[in-house]
C-alpha cells in the first residue's frame, strides 16, 4: 500500500498493489475462459476510461446522469437533516459530479468535514480530491485507490457517516454479487451510519438501449478500451479494429449486456496470462452488465444486506430510485 500526505487537507492511499500477480492473473484466466468468456468491469476504468464514462454522461442518450442528478437536488436537503452527516464516504467515486449536490446541502448546514472517494482510478481520484479542497473551504479529502470489492477495510475510521454509492454503480453486479457487496458495506459501517444506494430502474427497452449504444460512438470506444488496458497489461493480441461495440436488453436478468463481438475468426495470444484461445466470428466478450431495479427489488436488497430501509425518492419518470437506509 502506498500511502502520499499531500498539502491542503488531502491525503490518497493506494491498494491496488496489494493485488497480487498471481491474483490478477487468476481473475483474468478464470473471466476469458469461461463461457461467454468475459472481462472484469473495472478494468474498463482506468485513467482513458474514467475520462470516456465522463464523456458518456453528458450525452443526450445517456439520461440516467442527469436525471439522478436532479433527483438529488430535490432531495439532498432533506436527506443531510434526516442523516446529519459530517462526512461522505462515496464508493464508485468517479469524477463526484453528482456528489457536489451532497456536498454542498451538508455545506449549507456547516456540517461537510470530510469526503472520501473510493475509486479504482486513481488519476481521477487524485483529481477530484483537488478540485474540492478548492470548492469547499476546510474540507478534508482522504482518497482510497482500490476496489472497492476487495479493500473496504481500508475505508478510514471516521464520525458522523453517510456512505453513498451512486450511478446505478450496484447494477455492475449480479444478484448474488450485490447481496454480497451490501452485506460487506453494512459490516464496515458503525451503527447508526446511514446508506445512500442508488440505483437505476427498468423503463422501455428502446430507451435502455439507446443510452447504451450512443450516435456518437462514446460508449463504443469506452467498451474497446478494455482492449487496450489488455494489450498495456498483459501484451494481449486483442486488436479494438477486429471487434464491434454490442448492447442488448436482457429481459430475463433485468440488465443490459455490453459485449465485445470478435467481427472474424481469430487467434488470440495473451503472453502475460500464458493463454492463448480461439474466437469464432460473431463470438462476444462480457465486459459489463448494468442490471435496472424496481422499489421492491432495491428495498429487499437492503434488507437482505441487513440494512433497515428509511426513505425511498424516485424521479417523475420513475427512472432513477434513491434509496436510504441506517444500519441498526
Known sequence: ???????????????????????????????????????????????????????ICKLPEYYQTRTERHLLNQCADQIICLTEAEELVELGSGAATKTRVLLDAMARVEQLRFYVPFDVSEGIVRRVAQELVKEYEGLHVHGVVGDFLAHLEHIPDGGRRLVVILGGTIGNLDS???????????????????????????????????????????????????LHVMQEMLGASLDPDAFE??????????????????????????????????????????????????HPRAETLLKESGFDMIKWYTDSEELIGLALARKP
Do not use: W
Not at 475462459?33 to 476510461?49: A, E, I, M
Not at 474514467?50 to 464523456?55: H, K, T, Y
Not at 465485445?260 to 459489463?288: M, N, W
Open 1 to 55: 500500500m502506498d500511502c502520499t500526505t499531500e498539502p491542503q487537507n488531502i491525503t490518497i492511499d493506494v491498494h491496488l498493489s496489494g493485488e497480487t500477480p498471481a491474483n490478477v492473473q487468476a481473475e483474468l484466466r478464470e473471466g476469458l475462459t469461461s463461457t461467454p468468456r468475459t472481462l472484469p468491469t473495472k478494468y474498463l476504468y482506468d485513467d482513458r476510461g474514467s475520462e470516456l464514462f465522463e464523456a
Open 245 to 294: 461495440h454490442v448492447a442488448l436488453y436482457n429481459t430475463t436478468a433485468h440488465r443490459i449486456e455490453m459485449r465485445l463481438r470478435s467481427k472474424e475468426a481469430q487467434h488470440v495470444q495473451i503472453p502475460g496470462l500464458d493463454l492463448s484461445f480461439h474466437l469464432e466470428k460473431g463470438e462476444d466478450i462480457l465486459t459489463e452488465i448494468s442490471t435496472k431495479y424496481d
Open 176 to 226: 448474488q454479487a450485490a447481496l454480497n457487496f451490501v452485506s460487506s458495506i453494512h459490516t464496515e459501517m458503525a451503527s447508526g451510519d446511514f446508506f445512500l444506494l442508488g440505483v437505476q430502474l427498468e423503463t422501455s427497452i428502446k430507451r435502455i438501449e439507446a443510452a447504451y449504444n450512443d450516435s456518437a460512438g462514446i460508449t463504443a470506444a469506452f467498451n474497446k478500451n478494455i
